[in-house]
T-cell receptor
Framework: SQTIHQWPATLVQPVGSPLSLECTVE??????LYWYRQAAGRGLQLLFYSVGIGQISSEVPQNLSASRPQDRQFILSSKKLLLSDSGFYLCAWSVRGLNNSPLHFGNGTRLTVT | GESVGLHLPTLSVQEGDNSIINCAYS??????FIWYKQESGKGPQFIID?????DKRQGQRVTVLLNKTVKHLSLQIAATQPGDSAVYFCAENRDTGRRALTFGSGTRLQVQP
């Protein structure tokens, strides 16, 4: 069966520090990969999605970047964190090439920027 | 802009009752809809989906209804249990070229024992 792993589960970082969140998927090949952010008590905002290695689409201009160095690895990064980067970051995957397929989420990373 | 939204931010029901969570969408081009359940501190969990060529789909204790005329989506949970307490999100795939979902803001379901 397919599984998705995100780490760390929680993270507290000072303003101006770098960030690297990692997400890996097991049990599937060539997935679409996604990063979403969820503010407290709110819905999910799409940040980045990827349909293949090295292929990244950005949804909103921001202080973050994403990379996909391997087929099942998706990394969210920042060179200098802002207070507004605090939130719950969720990685997800879906089956590539299959129209109308659900996204499957990891358990997220709660980031607090102090 | 067009978006997915929810009528009720919080829904409180008695254990054993049926629950109905509603969602309105405004993009008539959306062709795929999903309901997710999110428990505290966890990622959203897939519950059930429906394509726009259907108006009803049933799962285990859950039913999704789609009314394209009024652009309305609902999730019905039968015999609600304490374990159903969570935040529920509807999501739509309104841009198939993007292959990503747009989420509503969520409804919190509270099940009273």
């Amino acid at each position: 069966s397919q599984t998705i792993h995100q780490w760390p589960a929680t993270l507290v970082q000072p303003v101006g520090s770098p960030l690297s969140l990692e997400c890996t998927v097991e049990g599937t090949s060539n997935p679409n990969l996604y990063w979403y952010r969820q503010a407290a008590g709110r819905g999910l905002q799409l940040l980045f999605y990827s349909v293949g290695i090295g292929q990244i689409s950005s949804e909103v201009p921001q202080n973050l970047s994403a990379s996909r160095p391997q087929d099942r690895q998706f990394i969210l990064s920042s060179k200098k964190l802002l207070l507004s980067d605090s939130g719950f970051y969720l990685c997800a995957w879906s089956v590539r090439g299959l129209n109308n397929s659900p996204l499957h989420f990891g358990n997220g990373t709660r980031l607090t920027v102090t | 802009g067009e978006s997915v939204g929810l009528h009720l931010p919080t829904l409180s029901v008695q254990e054993g009752d049926n629950s109905i969570i509603n969602c309105a969408y405004s993009n008539s081009a959306s062709d795929y809809f999903i309901w997710y359940k999110q428990e505290s501190g966890k990622g959203p969990q897939f519950i059930i989906d429906i394509r726009s060529n259907m108006d009803k789909r049933q799962g285990q204790r859950v039913t999704v209804l789609l009314n394209k005329t009024v652009k309305h989506l609902s999730l019905q949970i039968a015999a609600t249990q304490p374990g159903d307490s969570a935040v529920y999100f509807c999501a739509e795939n309104r841009d198939t070229g993007r292959r990503a979902l747009t989420f509503g803001s969520g409804t919190r379901l509270q099940v009273q024992p």
